[in-house]
């Protein structure tokens, strides 16, 4: 198994330009996240998707965009990127969603990050 | 109070050290405590889920105390490969998304 995927590894956009990140599990997880991670920030949620259908704002949404595709895929959008969105871009996966609650189902599994520049 | 608080570090220990990490939280209802471990420019990775009645894997040994809100790992035997920052994450609440802390750098020395 792969696990969770990402793809770009790297990206280097100029301002205003837009791209696309694609992630993907093959785990059989109903509930996908995106996060960012800036020095000295911690991980912060973006967006995440509970169940295939839903997605929903976390704590930093404002420039991003999501797609739940389908089971598998949960991609994300900047639509007009700015230096503020350089970051590393990590999607991850758990079994979800939220009609239990403990270790098992709370696991979140990475992918291997997008590291993104915005000059 | 932020929902999860970590000491920063770095922690700088030989090899062959025991060290201690704490981690307290805010929510008293929070449903599951787990630590993870995030190498340099690498994704998390779950080290080990943390359990009300404390758990043991290998070198490590994670306890939950709820009374108190906090969560701790020991690691005994401290190898070169523990250099690392290690996460401590907690389900807030039910039906909710992870909290993660910021995360304790460890520093291995030979």
């Known amino acids: 198994n792969a696990g969770v995927t990402q793809t770009p590894k790297f990206q280097v956009l100029k301002t205003g330009q837009s791209m696309t990140l694609q992630c993907a599990q093959d785990m059989n997880h109903n509930s996908m996240y995106w996060y960012r991670q800036d020095p000295g920030m911690g991980l912060r949620l973006i967006y995440y998707?509970?169940?295939?259908?839903?997605?929903d704002k976390g704590e930093v949404p404002n420039g991003y965009n999501v797609s739940r595709l389908n089971k598998r895929e949960f991609s994300l959008r900047l639509e007009s990127a700015a230096p503020s969105q350089t970051s590393v871009y990590f999607c991850?996966?758990?079994?979800?969603?939220?009609?239990?609650?403990?270790?098992?189902?709370?696991?979140?599994?990475f992918g291997p990050g997008t590291r993104l520049t915005v000059l | 109070r932020k929902e999860v608080e970590q000491d920063p570090g770095p922690f700088n220990v030989p090899e062959g050290a025991t060290v201690a990490f704490n981690c307290t939280y805010s929510n008293s209802a929070s449903q599951s405590f787990f630590w993870y471990r995030q190498d340099c420019r690498k994704e998390p990775k779950l080290l080990m889920s943390v359990y009300s009645s404390g758990n043991e894997d290998g070198r490590f040994t994670a306890q939950l105390n709820r009374a108190s809100q906090y969560i701790s790992l020991l690691i005994r035997d401290s190898k070169l490969s523990d250099s690392a920052t290690y996460l401590c994450?907690?389900?807030?609440?039910?039906?909710?998304?992870?909290?993660f802390g910021k995360g304790t750098m460890l520093l291995v020395s030979p």
């Open positions: 991850a996966s758990s079994a979800g969603p939220f009609i239990t609650s403990g270790p098992s189902t709370d696991t979140q599994y």
């Open positions: 998707s509970a169940s295939e259908g839903t997605t």
């Open positions: 994450v907690v389900n807030p609440e039910r039906y909710s998304t992870l909290t």
